[in-house]
């Protein structure tokens, strides 16, 4: 069974930067995208950014121009850089395989953004 491991998460001032890992632990051959989604407390679950098998990308409008989200196909990796950390910003953060034969998720890791 493949599972999801992620890393990266941690407290950060305003300005800061942060990145997440999201490495399976097996191979997985075929997938749709891979992604970043996050819930802050008391808000619904939110997708960050995703990036298509064909490398195409999508940003949340708030995070645009600040995260980047990249692959190593050959690692079955993820990866999401943070620049210019706001408090909002603050939540658990999920990486997701969306694949043919269904979906996997990461255990989430918490970012927490404060003076």
């Known amino acids: 069974q493949v599972q999801l491991v992620e890393s990266g998460g941690g407290f950060v001032q305003p300005g800061g930067s942060l990145r997440l890992t999201c490495a399976a632990t097996g191979s997985v051959f075929s997938y749709i995208y891979m992604g970043w989604l996050r819930q802050a407390p008391g808000k619904e679950r939110e997708l960050v950014a995703r990036?298509?098998?064909?490398?195409?990308?999508n940003y949340a409008d708030s995070v645009k121009g600040r995260f980047t989200i990249s692959r190593d196909n050959a690692k079955n990796t993820v990866y999401l850089q943070m620049n210019s950390l706001k408090p909002e910003d603050t939540a658990v953060y999920y990486c997701?395989?969306?694949?043919?034969?269904?979906?996997?998720w990461g255990q989430g890791t918490q970012v927490t953004v404060s003076s």
């Open positions: 990036i298509y098998s064909s490398a195409s990308t």
């Open positions: 997701v395989f969306v694949r043919p034969i269904g979906t996997l």
